[in-house]
């Protein structure tokens, strides 16, 4: 049995773009994005919590923009995105005969999102960056999610919208692929006989 293991954002979740958002707040294009992410490394090695995390982009941006509305717009860039359906409807048919788990550079919010877009239900385990103390596309990252699973390099497919971290996986030697869409990620899971059946 192969282990499919599989990005989330980019791959099994989408998020629509942050410029209606930044709009409504009189928000310089990008600069959400931009803050966070800035931001993001403590709480996606789960050396923070995700609640400290984005209070920090809000006292950030609270600099420039005020309080108020920094804390508005955070709290409306912090939505859990929708899951893609191509993408889910693989995972359900890849699952009817191999183990499916997702590796996520994530925080410690991960688990409350996955419940609420029902995910949770759809995937045999879940892998966190916050959980390893270690993010992709870091080879340390692979090697510890792979201990965790149980799971030998040359017995998992991984896949990633992003391509770095696909040849991530493919230094520690996964079968990594990069996936930007769910077209792709069908090319990759039917090239490798993982939808057949």
């Known amino acids: 049995m192969t282990l499919v293991l599989l990005d989330l954002d980019g791959v099994l979740r989408a998020f629509g ?16 994005a931009r803050t966070a992410f800035a931001l993001a490394g403590p709480a996606i090695l789960g050396e923070v919590a995700d609640a400290r995390w984005r209070r ?17 717009a955070v709290a409306a860039w912090s939505r859990v995105g929708e899951v893609v359906p191509e993408a889910l409807a693989l995972v359900r048919r890849v699952r009817a005969r191999h183990r499916v788990a997702l590796f996520s550079n994530a925080t410690d919010r991960l688990a409350a999102d996955l419940r609420v877009l029902g995910l949770d239900r759809e995937l045999d385990d879940v892998v966190t960056s916050a959980e390893l ?48 869409d769910a077209v792709a990620l069908h090319a990759a899971l039917h090239a490798r006989g993982l939808l057949d059946g």
């Open 133 to 180: 103390g270690a993010a992709k596309p870091g080879p340390e990252a692979f090697r510890k999610a792979l201990a965790r699973l149980g799971v030998p390099a040359a017995e998992t497919v991984f896949c990633d919208d992003r391509a770095d971290n696909a040849a991530g996986a493919v230094a520690v030697g996964i079968d990594g692929v990069h996936t930007p």
């Open 17 to 32: 773009p942050d410029d209606p958002i930044e709009d409504a707040h009189g928000l310089p294009r990008g600069v959400l």
């Open 56 to 72: 920090e982009v809000v006292d950030a941006l609270a600099v420039d923009f005020g309080e108020a509305k920094a804390r508005s």
